[in-house]
């Protein structure tokens, strides 16, 4: 353990030294889970498997197939389907790392955690106040896509507003109520996380099931003939560092690993498997959508080539059936993102990172209800301003930033092997596949915009000097 790395406190005892006093409860499945205690503010895992792969589909599930499909195939064609499958590699690459760490260390906060754990509190800090502003910027841009996705329901279903600007009023007001909805309990989140994903899995898989039916020819169509990689394969690559923002989700799985039931086993399962599912119904997007249309018309429809898509197969109802599930996605996305910002900042509370008020829990609800106002409070504000473009892509490089260093963690960790690190399941071949996971991680930075570059480093070097001046104050002083 380096000078600067935070003490992590023996089993069974609390930052104080004093045995925090808590309560078991047997679970369903057999297990001890801790309930939260006055002592302890340890959160309530109440988070099934189900639950952990229904955060990470639902908030992976959003731009790859709603937004991206037009735009990559007008840079790389139908070839844009490998560069989607490229994506989802070195998100596997980044996943399985991820995984070992979780089981490892299954608390709130994850990649903050594993990181300062691993590297120390300074590189720890900048990552955990940069990834909560990062998870920040994200869910208000999937507030604002919300408002969008219902306006356009609105008025395809004929419903008129009259001219009146209604995307900022209906984001903000539902920015409010799934700060809520996560205020009274995280199994209420959950449980609407659950029935979201589930509804938006089956309008998706209805509509891919009926595009690939009608792609081979079952419905007597035939399939737009196009070159598999028209623009030659450079393409694939950059495209590749596009679309990778629609991977960006499965992390949060490990950001709520303190709710996560049986953490050794669900926390790997959920990751992976979120994943893989996102990664198939993304390939399966591009290679529908280019058989519906060539390169060249999805490139005109832009942002909306999807909806063009379904309503070319099933007409003006299923352009409003992806619109309800483009609807159903930024839905799953704010509300697993909310949860997790609110996770990552009770964690960096615990290490007196930020005011320790940030920690306090909600004995009743079981939540942490200061934690989540400074989730849901600056996101509303960004919502009210409306231009959170930039910023999510902001929200991309701190991920990938955070994707790169939880690799080097492993590699770190799997050197020290302090006796404490005892992770219920291993990466194999762990150098090979976390050096490529953070090599790849590093390298999609490169392709960003200069402006998101410049916003994300000034945000690292603020995080920095914050806990320079700050927390590292604050350690001291407790230290004495």
């Known amino acids: 353990m380096t000078a600067s790395e935070p003490a992590r406190p023996p089993e069974g005892e609390n930052r104080d030294g004093e045995a925090p006093q808590t309560v078991a409860v047997t679970t369903a499945e057999g297990a001890d889970e801790p309930s939260v205690t006055e002592a302890g503010t340890e959160l309530e895992r109440t988070i099934g498997l189900s639950g952990g792969i229904a955060i990470g589909v639902g908030t992976m599930i959003g731009a790859g197939i709603f937004v991206f499909p037009g735009l990559a195939a007008g840079r790389a064609g139908p070839a844009a389907a490998l560069s989607f499958g490229l994506g989802a590699v070195i998100a596997l690459l980044v996943a399985l790392p991820a995984s070992e760490l979780a089981t490892a260390m299954p608390k709130s906060g994850g990649g903050y955690y594993f990181i300062s754990r691993a590297l120390g509190a300074l590189p720890g800090a900048v990552v955990g106040i940069s990834i909560w502003l990062g998870l920040v910027f994200a869910t208000a841009f999937y507030l604002v896509g919300f408002g ?228 849901g409070g600056p996101v509303l504000v960004l919502v009210a301003l409306g231009e959170v473009e930039v910023l999510a892509e902001v929200a991309s490089f701190l991920h990938l930033v955070m994707y790169c260093l939880m690799c080097v963690a492993l590699i770190a960790m799997r050197r020290d092997e302090p006796a404490w690190y005892d992770p219920a399941f291993r990466v194999p071949a762990y150098r090979l596949v976390a050096g490529l996971g953070a090599v790849a991680s590093a390298g999609l930075i490169l392709f960003m915009q200069l402006e998101s570059q410049l916003i994300g480093l000034a945000i690292m070097l603020a995080a920095a000097g914050w806990y320079k001046y700050y927390a590292d104050d604050v350690r001291l002083k407790g230290a004495l």
């Open 148 to 375: 969008n996705y219902a306006a356009a329901v609105l008025a395809e279903a004929g419903v008129a507003v009259g001219g009146v600007p209604v995307v900022v009023p209906l984001a903000l007001v539902f920015g409010v109520f799934l700060t809520a909805l996560n205020l009274f309990g995280t199994e209420n989140a959950a449980a609407l996380q659950n029935y979201v994903v589930g509804l938006l899995l089956a309008i998706l898989v209805f509509f891919l099931g009926y595009g690939g039916l009608d792609a081979v020819g079952v419905f007597g169509r035939a399939s737009t003939p196009e070159t598999f990689a028209p623009f030659g394969l450079t393409p694939v690559f950059t495209t590749a560092a596009l679309v990778f923002t629609s991977y960006l989700g499965f992390a949060q799985v490990a950001t709520v690993a303190g709710d996560i039931k049986q953490p050794g086993r669900n926390l790997p399962l959920a990751m992976v498997a979120s994943v893989v599912i996102v990664g198939v119904l993304y390939v399966a997007t591009i290679f529908v959508a280019t058989s519906a249309f060539t390169s060249a018309e999805l490139a005109s429809f832009g942002e909306t080539a999807i909806v063009e898509v379904a309503r070319d197969f099933v007409g003006a109802a299923g352009a409003i059936a992806i619109l309800v599930a483009g609807l159903l996605a930024t839905v799953s996305s704010a509300n697993a993102s909310i949860l997790s910002t609110s996770r990552a900042v009770f964690a960096v509370s615990k290490d007196a990172l930020i005011p320790g008020v940030a920690g306090r829990m909600n004995l009743r609800y079981g939540t942490p209800h200061v934690a989540l106002s400074m989730a």
